[in-house]
């Protein structure tokens, strides 16, 4: 049922996967929780998911794929996507380096800070 539904119950096990939180550690399935709770559109698991590419721990690290979830979750307002692509532009990782962009993503966030 998992598999087939709920994306907050998929991120949970992403995360559990992720962090080994009551199961073995396992970045291949937090990889595949991930994935179908952000297909779905679930910021939090687009923004770990991407995590997961960016780094490349027990997983092959893919910069241009880590950016698609970072920008998937930030046009969500997702704070944390939006400093990870922007900090993704400054580095031009997985991204062509682009300064505006850059200084976007740190607006978006200083937007929403003045906001709380």
């Known amino acids: 049922m998992?598999?087939?539904g709920d994306a907050d119950t998929q991120f949970q096990m992403g995360f559990k996967y992720h962090l080994g939180e009551?199961?073995?550690?396992n970045?291949?399935?937090?990889?595949?929780w991930y994935r179908l709770s952000a297909e779905q559109?679930?910021?939090?698991?687009?923004?770990?998911?991407g995590l997961l590419k960016d780094g490349g721990e027990g997983v092959?690290?893919?910069?241009?794929?880590?950016v698609h979830w970072y920008r998937?979750?930030?046009?969500?307002g997702y704070t944390d996507a939006q400093i990870y692509l922007?900090?993704?532009?400054?580095q031009g990782d997985g991204v062509?380096?682009?300064?505006?962009?850059?200084?976007?993503m740190q607006y978006l966030c200083e937007i929403k800070s003045d906001q709380k």
């Open 86 to 90: 922007g900090f993704m532009y400054h």
């Open 27 to 32: 970045p291949h399935e937090a990889e595949r």
């Open 72 to 76: 998937l979750a930030a046009q969500q």
């Open 96 to 104: 062509q380096q682009d300064p505006i962009e850059e200084i976007e």
């Open 41 to 49: 559109g679930e910021a939090s698991a687009q923004f770990n998911l």
């Open 60 to 66: 092959p690290k893919d910069p241009a794929e880590a």
């Open 2 to 4: 998992t598999e087939k």
């Open 22 to 25: 009551g199961v073995q550690k």
